[in-house]
């Protein structure tokens, strides 16, 4: 069964503070790994993510796949208390149909 | 860009009721989808909605008890059926240009409450 496992799944941090955040995963027919940001309802599109080693930056976010060990990382370097939210990875699978497997999430709380 | 308004934007209905939540897409798109996410969960893709054809329910997922519709390109409901506190959840649209535009849009969601 296709899965999505996040962790941790709750993490309070003081602002300035680095964190990262993991998503591993097993899916049949991989196509892409995705990262959203969800605040009150609906989640917010963060990164895209094909192909190993590549990272993908935004601001003080980043995030990089491995296809060998099915594995991401989601990075917020300095945090602010406007990162405080549930950041959701999910992964798409294609073959069959199409079709995106969320993880459970990872609660971030960053404390002023 | 795809911008996804949901209504209701919340309801409380009683069990044994039936709710239908309108999507609608202020674009066409090609996928549309719906997700539920339980109270402190994550989301579980319920079924994709095919234009003029029938949805793809995903296990543990049936027609009879969510059916959905999807008359074109920028519309779809779901129906949740014959309804118990088990369904309260938040059911969320989704919805992807094509296989090539990788950005998964959400509406707002629609809170359920069932008594």
């Known amino acids: 069964e296709d899965k999505v496992v996040q962790s941790p799944l709750s993490l309070v941090v003081h602002e300035g503070d680095t964190v990262t955040l993991n998503c591993s995963y097993e899916?049949?027919?991989?196509?892409?790994l995705l990262w959203y940001k969800q605040e009150k309802k609906a989640p917010t599109f963060l990164f895209m993510l094909t192909s190993s080693g590549i990272e993908k930056k935004s601001g003080r976010l980043s995030s990089i796949l491995d296809k060998k060990e099915l594995f991401s990382i989601l990075n917020i370097t300095a945090t602010q208390t406007g990162d405080s939210a549930v950041y959701l990875c999910?992964?798409?699978?294609?073959?069959?149909?199409?079709?995106?497997?969320f993880g459970a999430g990872t609660r971030l709380f960053v404390k002023a | 860009s795809a911008v996804i308004s949901q209504k209701p934007s919340r309801d409380i209905c009683q069990r044994g009721t039936s709710l239908t939540i309108q999507c609608q897409v202020d674009?066409?798109?090609?996928?549309m989808f719906w997700y539920r996410q339980q109270p402190g969960q994550s989301l579980t893709l319920i079924a994709t909605?095919?234009?003029?054809?029938?949805?793809?329910?995903e296990s543990g997922f049936v027609i009879d008890k969510f059916p959905i519709s999807r008359p074109n390109l920028t519309f779809s409901t779901l129906t949740v059926s014959n309804m118990s506190p088990e369904d309260s959840s938040i059911y969320l649209c989704?919805?992807?240009?094509?296989?090539?535009?990788?950005?998964?849009?959400f509406g707002p969601g629609t809170r359920l409450t069932v008594t």
């Open positions: 989704s919805a992807r240009k094509g296989l090539a535009d990788y950005e998964q849009y």
């Open positions: 674009s066409q798109v090609t996928m």
């Open positions: 909605a095919n234009q003029g054809s029938e949805a793809t329910y």
């Open positions: 999910a992964v798409e699978a294609s073959g069959g149909g199409f079709k995106t497997i």
């Open positions: 899916v049949t027919n991989f196509r892409s």
